[in-house]
């Protein structure tokens, strides 16, 4: 069956497939485990037909490829590709690997178009791969150094090109970090939205815009790959 899912049971039954060329933000407070939401659904979906493109503000790319590869990936016959955003503003000068490509900062949105372009190239021209996640972590970052002019242009771009190569958008945002105008603005961009919110000592996720009404909330746990749910 064509289409994505997010590799969470009770989601995915409400949601149904989600259509190629879908474009969600994922938005909640911070240290609501966003990182490995996201990551979590990258690897549920990882398969023959499959390949992925994670753009890493907050850690570099060897530390992505270890929680993938810590929870059974196999990193070598897997088609995901990280841009690191972090290493280079640390001073290090890590050089291009097969999975990993560098930009030299979060403010460097040129050179992050430039890295996403090439895996774009290497996973749907030359490895003929079917389906395509492009994940960025986080806008929120980028944000910090760009105005929303700025990050609108390149993120309208890039949602235009998952949504012509049929594939699949995920982009974290953090919550109560940007003002009502700035995630007004963003949301156009968006078919929908994983949002997240605190609920008492947990978090409890929804998805918006994705079918007529809101999915229910649900309290929501992590343990490796693996996110259960329970209604809120």
């Not at 009770?10 to 149904?16: K, T």
């Not at 309208?156 to 974290?172: E, I």
């Amino acid at each position: 069956m064509s289409g994505y899912s997010l590799g969470i049971k009770e989601l995915d039954e409400l949601l149904g497939n989600i259509r190629e060329g879908t474009n969600l933000m994922m938005i909640g407070p911070p240290m609501s485990r966003k990182d490995e939401l996201l990551n979590a659904i990258v690897f549920n979906s990882q398969n023959s037909e499959n390949s992925a493109i994670i753009v890493s503000t907050r850690e570099p790319g060897e530390r992505i490829l270890a929680w993938f590869e810590d929870n059974g990936m196999d990193i070598q016959n897997t088609d995901i590709g990280i841009v690191d955003c972090v290493t280079r503003t640390l001073g290090l000068g890590a050089a291009d690997t097969e999975k990993i490509k560098r930009a030299s900062s979060p403010v460097d949105l040129t050179g992050i178009g430039v890295k996403i372009s090439q895996f774009f190239e290497e996973m749907l021209v030359k490895k003929q791969k079917k389906k395509i996640h492009l994940c960025i972590n986080s806008l929120s970052t980028i944000l910090m150094y760009s105005n929303i002019q700025t990050v609108f242009r390149f993120l309208h771009v890039f949602t235009g090109r998952v949504k012509a190569a049929n594939g699949f958008g995920l982009y974290v945002v953090e919550d109560q970090m940007h003002d009502v105008q700035t995630i007004a603005t963003l949301k156009q961009l968006f078919d929908g939205m994983i949002e997240i919110k605190a609920v008492g000592d947990a978090y409890a996720i929804r998805v918006v815009g994705m079918t007529s009404k809101p999915t229910p909330w649900f309290e929501y746990s992590i343990e490796g790959t693996k996110v259960s749910l329970r209604k809120t």
